[in-house]
């Protein structure tokens, strides 16, 4: 079975430009969620969603960022502009209907922000 | 954010060692999950807890819901080289789907 699917791997841009990430959930999962990795803060929830509808965006950072998913098999995160604090590790994930059911991890994407 | 107390932060093992970590919150949680991290890769789930007390094992691999549903730990037994790596412990309580996320326990190799 194909997993959580993410797009780009790795990506480097200048500050000031606009960054999209994209995410692919596991067939059927109803719950999607974006995550930010540093060394300092470790993993963060920014935002999750259900059913496509945002449940809680509390973890979002500056309104620089935003998140949409426009329907059940594809979501995007967006930072405009980028700074260089941005840079980090952006995981999604998904989960099924099935409160009890664990999260499973894409394999992120490394963003530099030069 | 708030984060789950994981601790060792890190640890040296040596091949055929037991291993042990843990995870404390001064919160109540509903399900506790072990998860592993390579380099370059997303977290993969290890183990789900679902019922305080539950002790379930993985292979070699065992964990633990505490009691007070505050805790929970994990242990690696007669570690290998792939052991390496970094595990992280979650929690989530009763409302909602969200996971809160301990800060991990990086697994390294004795030189």
């Given at each position: 079975d194909a997993g959580v699917i993410q797009s780009p791997r790795h990506e480097v841009t200048e500050m000031g430009q606009e960054v999209t990430l994209r995410c692919k959930p596991i067939s059927g999962h109803d719950y999607l969620f974006w995550y930010r990795q540093t060394m300092m803060r470790g993993l963060e929830l920014l935002i999750y969603f259900n059913n496509n509808v945002p449940i809680d965006d509390s973890g979002m950072p500056e309104d620089r960022f935003s998140a949409k998913m426009p329907n059940a098999s594809f979501s995007t995160l967006k930072i405009?502009?980028?700074e260089p604090r941005d840079s980090a590790?952006?995981?999604?994930?998904?989960?099924?209907?099935?409160?009890?059911?664990?999260?499973?991890?894409?394999?992120?994407?490394?963003?530099?922000?030069l | 954010g708030q984060q789950l107390n994981q601790s060792p932060q890190s640890m040296f093992i040596q091949e055929g060692e037991d291993v042990s970590m843990n995870c404390t919150s001064s919160s109540i949680f509903n399900t506790w999950l072990w998860y592993k991290q390579d380099p370059g890769e997303g977290?993969?789930?290890?183990?789900?807890?679902?019922?305080?007390?539950?002790?379930?094992?993985?292979?070699?691999?065992t964990a633990q819901f505490g009691i007070t549903r505050k805790d929970s730990f994990l242990n690696i037994s007669a570690s290998i080289p792939s052991d390496v790596g970094i595990y992280f412990c979650a929690g989530r309580k009763a409302a909602g789907n969200k996971?809160?996320?301990g800060g991990g326990t990086r697994v390294l190799v004795k030189p």
């Open positions: 405009q502009p980028s590790v952006y995981f999604c994930a998904s989960s099924s209907v099935n409160a009890e059911q664990p999260q499973h991890f894409g394999d992120g994407t490394r963003l530099s922000i | 977290p993969v789930l290890l183990i789900a807890l679902y019922k305080a007390g539950e002790l379930t094992s993985n292979g070699r691999l996971l809160t996320f």
